[in-house]
């Protein structure tokens, strides 16, 4: 069956700091699908920041009056929602292509506020960029001491919200510093995103939550997350698909689905950064607004179909060399395969004959043809008779790799049929999946009708993958298609995060297939078969990106050994459920 030719996301416009204000004029107030609080109307707040200029407001029920420092006052519509002990209110400023969110605690005066403006990089400015500051409402006495502040409290939290306008999401935060989101509300969704994160703390029971959606839409989202009832609070500002500001305030209700276990030292509070050099580098004390940041487009040439055509033809390594997913735990090698010659015969149509010619080297044609094939090979043993392993098929244009899983003790046979080109881009891998039999001299009969299968078994799973010394990542399996990797910071936090489209297929309940494509960044495929007795796996990757510092066609082996990280209830929320 085919699998995932489509794109993974939606292309965005670039849009210029005069279309953007062109869009704001006049300055908009949010949105919103249930009542906003009028708590604010006919007061005055002077709020003194830490970090910032003193802020001060007087509000009637749908507009107000901001005085910012020394500058001229200013009218502007404004939006405000309210939750237990804290109001969060949201503004932009006239003719600008900023504004204000504020998040105030009636409780304690305290104050966190995040000033906000489009800002991306050129040409295209419709990404929001944020400035946090923490601060304090002066009512006239001394000022407190205390702060809001960064925090890891709610790291490895997992949450389903339904929201007043009907959006319905999945939350996913295995880093200190990004996040994870699914749109279960969205008819095409299903797809995991990625985007960097702050986490701050209120209390024991409140937590503000900030993401942008860097790499996609551009759109920032602030909420206040109350714990202890499962309710937020938020505010979304950017601009959709359709280029239509999205700005809007809302309210929601929730659970907790579950969490992903943390893995820095119990003593660390994550009150500051971890000490990285990459962190350092992208959060720039000079530069207002940084932010950690991953993007890919950035990264990886952009590959005419000429380029493809010719590193595959004078720079193709296979099984040469490493990659950062080969490691010392990458399971031994196989010789189970070395001698035996067999047939696998897929329901759709394939049927490849094979001949093992050692550890190394085999050979395999159509069946019905006359010559034979020579190609290199790895295999695995990653669960007792079932044997994983990849080899491109030379000379095919575009250029295939086929990975096969094969149970010998089942005879039952699955191939990942993986090629260069996706219907998007030349150099990003597309591939089809075909389930069938092993047919072997002396070996069992082939059922007539048991097949592997797609699986949703892994659906809200979270594991940490540990590859070597110096790599290892958490994977959450966050819907039946799709899932999010986090690479880890020093100290064992979760750092940088991205995502892809993905398929589980169930081998046998000691083996679990998945394979995924990196579209929208190297654009390879990753190919395991997961062993959860052993806790390890086992597989391939392949694909075209900058290989040991040359541009190539690789394929590699890849394997670490996992650690279960508890994982989330989520499988309810997928219409579809597959064993």
Not at 142 to 166: C, F, M, Q, V
Not at 326 to 338: A, R
Not at 368 to 386: C, L, N, R, S, V
Not at 518 to 539: I, K, R, S
Request: proline fraction near 5%; charged fraction near 25%.
């Amino acid at each position: 069956m085919n699998y995932f030719r489509a794109t993974f996301y939606d292309r965005y416009t670039p849009l210029t700091e005069e279309q953007i204000r062109e869009k704001l004029t006049p300055a908009a107030r949010a949105e919103s699908a249930s009542p906003t609080s009028d708590a604010l109307a006919g007061k005055s707040l002077k709020i003194v920041l830490d970090d910032g200029p003193t802020l001060e407001y007087s509000f009637t029920r749908d507009t107000l009056t901001l005085k910012e420092g020394d500058a001229a006052p200013v009218s502007a519509p404004y939006a405000a929602k309210e939750q237990g002990q804290i109001i969060l209110f949201t503004h932009m400023i006239p003719d600008t292509v900023r504004g204000y969110n504020i998040v105030i605690d009636k409780k304690t005066n305290l104050v966190t506020v995040f000033e906000v403006w489009f800002c991306g990089f050129e040409p295209d400015k419709r990404e929001v960029w944020r400035h946090y500051m923490f601060g304090y409402v002066d009512t006239g006495g001394s000022a407190p001491e205390e702060r809001h502040g960064y925090t890891n409290r709610i790291e490895g939290l997992g949450t389903y919200w339904k929201d007043d306008n009907g959006t319905e999401m999945l939350y996913f935060f295995p880093s200190l510093i990004w996040s994870s989101f699914v749109e279960l509300s969205n008819p095409r969704g299903r797809i995991t995103i990625t985007a960097p994160s702050d986490y701050i703390k209120i209390n024991d029971k409140l937590y503000i939550y900030s993401r942008v959606e860097q790499e996609y839409s551009g759109t920032f989202t602030l909420e206040v997350i109350d714990l202890f009832n499962v309710r937020h609070i938020g505010v979304r500002l950017g601009f959709d698909l359709q280029d239509k500001l999205d700005y809007r305030v809302y309210e929601g209700k929730g659970k907790v689905t579950g969490w992903s276990t943390n893995l820095e030292p119990l003593t660390y509070h994550g009150t500051k950064m971890p000490d990285d050099e990459t962190l350092k580098q992208q959060i720039n004390p000079e530069v207002k607004g940084s932010r950690p940041h991953y993007r890919p487009r950035f990264l990886y040439p952009d590959y005419t179909q000429e380029q493809v055509d010719e590193i595959i033809k004078t720079n193709s390594k296979i099984f040469e060399g490493r990659n950062i997913m080969t490691s010392s735990n990458t399971m031994e090698t196989s010789d189970y395969l070395v001698g035996k010659r067999f047939t696998l015969r897929f329901d759709d149509g394939p049927a490849w004959e094979y001949e093992i010619l050692d550890t190394s080297t085999l050979k395999w044609r159509e069946e019905g043809k006359t010559e034979w094939q020579e190609e290199i090979y790895q295999a695995f043993e990653p669960a007792p008779d079932i044997i994983v392993y990849s080899h491109i098929c030379t000379g095919s244009k575009p250029l295939r790799c086929l990975t096969q899983a094969v149970d010998f003790s089942k005879a039952l046979a699955t191939c990942v049929d993986a090629q260069m080109g996706n219907g998007r881009k030349p150099w990003e891998v597309g591939r089809t999946v075909h389930f069938g039999v092993l047919e072997t001299e002396g070996g069992p009969v082939p059922p007539a009708v048991e097949r592997h299968g797609f699986t949703t078994d892994l659906v809200g799973k979270a594991f940490a993958w540990i590859y070597g010394d110096f790599m290892q990542s958490i994977h959450v399996y966050s819907t039946p298609e799709s899932y999010s990797w986090t690479i880890i910071l020093p100290g064992n936090a979760g750092g940088w995060m991205w995502s892809s489209h993905c398929f589980y297929i169930k081998l046998r309940d000691d083996a679990y297939l998945m394979s995924w494509v990196e579209d929208a960044c190297n654009g390879m495929q990753g190919l395991f078969v997961l062993n959860p007795n052993l806790m390890h796996d086992a597989g391939f990757g392949f694909g075209m990106s900058n290989f040991e510092g040359e541009d190539a066609l690789s394929v590699t082996t890849v394997g670490a050994y996992a650690r279960p990280l508890a994982g989330f209830d989520i499988l309810k929320y997928f219409e579809n459920k597959r064993k």
